[in-house]
Nanobody, 118 residues
Framework: VQLVESGGGLVQAGGSLRLSCAAS????????MYWYRQAPGKQRELVAG???????NYADSVKGRFTISRDNAKNTMYLQMNSLKPEDTAVYYC?????????????WGQGTQVTVSS
């Protein structure tokens, strides 16, 4: 499975961005998908996740501002980010967990930079 993120960029505080993660390859093996982020000097943290049944979960820091969704027909996951804050500045990574030949596998995208100016 290959994951490609897009949609990052520079935005002022209070603005919005929508990130996309396009999956290709053995997408039938994907179960849950996630968005992670990593700010400079900090550990990578989970932002949001969505299961194959569309159950979602969010980090407390983004609840009410970010919305995760997926379009299975397009093999694409999204992260709608509203009311952005400077502390949301980070590289955002797409992650997918799947099962292949009985083994659990995890896939990562290359990341997309989100910069929120104050």
């Amino acid at each position: 499975v290959q994951l490609v993120e897009s949609g990052g960029g520079l935005v002022q505080a209070g603005g919005s961005l929508r990130l996309s993660c396009a999956a290709s390859g053995s997408t039938f093996s994907i179960n849950a998908m996630y968005w992670y982020r990593q700010a400079p000097g900090k550990q990578r943290e989970l932002v949001a996740g969505i299961t194959s049944g569309d159950s979602t979960n969010y980090a407390d820091s983004v609840k009410g501002r970010f919305t995760i969704s997926r379009d299975n027909a397009k093999n694409t996951m999204y992260l709608q980010m509203n009311s952005l804050k400077p502390e949301d500045t980070a590289v955002y990574y797409c992650n997918a967990d799947g099962t292949l030949d009985g083994a659990t596998v995890s896939y990562w995208g290359q990341g997309t930079q989100v910069t929120v100016s104050s």
